[in-house]
């Protein structure tokens, strides 16, 4: 009778225990959840920002192997970047490209995070020529990695700076047309 009753306490002390546990997150979560992004004049809602990114990455952990996994983080590495999060949002693309390599935006993160992040945020050219590179080797046959060969060129550059290659460049086409 003792061991009977052990075993029945320990069942419920199990169900107790997963139904104390975390909810699964569903699609559905994530869409309510991303609709409070933007309030109704269509501007940022920055208040629903962390928790709307703690969901996504949430949905990533519990669901790694669905389909849309990457997707949500992409999305949540997009807001972070606009809301200047350069920590979370290299936390993010990190973790893009080590699980999801094979996604096709992971070089459009990498891309961003160089650009945006490193270079627009944090003014750190060397990290931000080190993450086009990676883009370079790693994805050498993707548009991506043209765009990252010419964004290269432009660090370190103010923005007249750039324009002023732009320009010239052009302007090098042009005559050579002639």
Same mark, same amino acid.
């Not at 109704?40 to 996504?56: D, H, I, M, R, Y």
């Not at 750190?124 to 590179?133: L, V």
């Given at each position: 009778?003792?061991? /009977? !009753? ?8 199990? !169900?107790?225990?997963? &139904?104390? *546990? ?19 004049? *269509?501007?940022? +809602?920055?208040? $629903?920002?962390?928790?709307? /990114? ?8 519990? +669901?790694?192997?669905? &389909?849309?996994? @990457?997707?949500?983080? !992409?999305? #949540? ?11 979370? &949002?290299?936390? =993010? ?13 992971? @070089? &459009?993160?990498? /891309? ?12 750190? =050219?060397?990290? $931000?020529? #080190? ?15 043209? +765009?990252?060969?010419?964004? %290269?060129?432009?660090? *370190?550059?103010? @923005?007249?700076? %750039? ?6 460049? +052009?302007?090098? /086409?042009?005559? *050579?047309?002639?």
């Amino acid at each position: 009778m003792k061991k /009977v !009753f052990q075993i029945v306490m320990l069942a419920v002390l199990a !169900f107790g225990m997963m &139904a104390c *546990g975390e909810k699964k997150l569903t699609q559905d979560d994530l869409k309510k959840a991303e609709s409070t992004l933007v309030d109704e004049q *269509g501007n940022l +809602n920055k208040e $629903a920002v962390p928790a709307v /990114v703690e969901k996504f990455c949430k949905f990533v952990e519990q +669901n790694p192997d669905d &389909a849309t996994a @990457p997707q949500w983080l !992409f999305k #949540a590495l997009q807001i972070e970047i606009k809301t200047e999060e350069s920590e979370k &949002a290299i936390e =993010i693309c990190n973790k893009l490209v080590e699980e999801y390599p094979d996604y096709e935006y992971t @070089p &459009a993160a990498l /891309v961003m995070t160089a650009s945006e992040v490193y270079d627009s945020q944090l003014h750190d =050219i060397d990290k $931000a020529r #080190a993450t086009y590179e990676k883009v370079i080797s790693d994805y050498p046959d993707s548009d991506w990695a043209k +765009n990252a060969e010419k964004m %290269i060129e432009f660090l *370190g550059l103010t @923005p007249e700076e %750039i324009l002023s290659k732009i320009v010239l460049s +052009n302007m090098e /086409v042009e005559e *050579g047309e002639w």
